[in-house]
């Protein structure tokens, strides 16, 4: 009786092992342009909740854009817009990232809307503006933040990465 509970304690502490290496190997890692993603989808995320504190978290102390805009002037103009707004729409499209030299550009389309984005975007939605976006990001304190962004409206549908056809 006592020889096979130690083979079953065997057996039992091989396959936990094995288990344990199958998803090891099926874990694939993150690659900081995932890292960078997920911090611009996670900003978004906190622009759609209007949660001013957690859009925040994503942007660097030292944020300064090319419209001379500074962190604390990003923080009152979304604090109005916030206020001003039942809702606030954002959708993002695929988001390209470069690394370079401990800096990361995040380029990407957006839809913003007046009110809670719908799962669909028409193009003569109201109220409705269109970007082309980059934003800057670098690694701080462990953890990308954006350091800047500039945009550009989109005026044609011929300029969209996506077709509504």
């Not at 502490?13 to 911090?39: K, L, N, P, W």
């Not at 604090?79 to 550009?105: C, H, K, N, T, Y």
Request: glycine share 4%; hydrophobic share 45%.
């Amino acid at each position: 009786m006592r020889r096979s509970w130690k083979v079953v304690v065997i057996v039992a502490v091989i396959a936990v092992i094995g288990v344990a290496i199958g998803f090891s190997r099926c874990q694939t890692a993150i690659s900081e342009e995932d890292y960078v993603r997920i911090t611009v989808q996670s900003a978004a995320q906190a622009v759609r909740e209007k949660d001013l504190g957690r859009f925040l978290d994503h942007i660097h102390p030292d944020y300064h854009d090319a419209a001379g805009t500074s962190r604390d002037s990003l923080r009152a103009l979304l604090w109005r817009e916030f206020r001003a707004r039942q809702g606030i729409g954002l959708v993002l499209l695929p988001i390209d990232v470069q690394i370079a030299s401990g800096e990361a550009i995040a380029s990407f389309q957006c839809a913003i809307l007046a009110e809670s984005a719908p799962m669909v975007v028409p193009l003569e939605m109201p109220n409705t503006e269109f970007w082309d976006m980059t934003l800057t990001l670098i690694k701080h304190d462990g953890v990308w933040k954006i350091t800047s962004q500039e945009h550009r409206t989109i005026r044609e549908p011929s300029e969209l990465f996506f077709n509504f056809d």
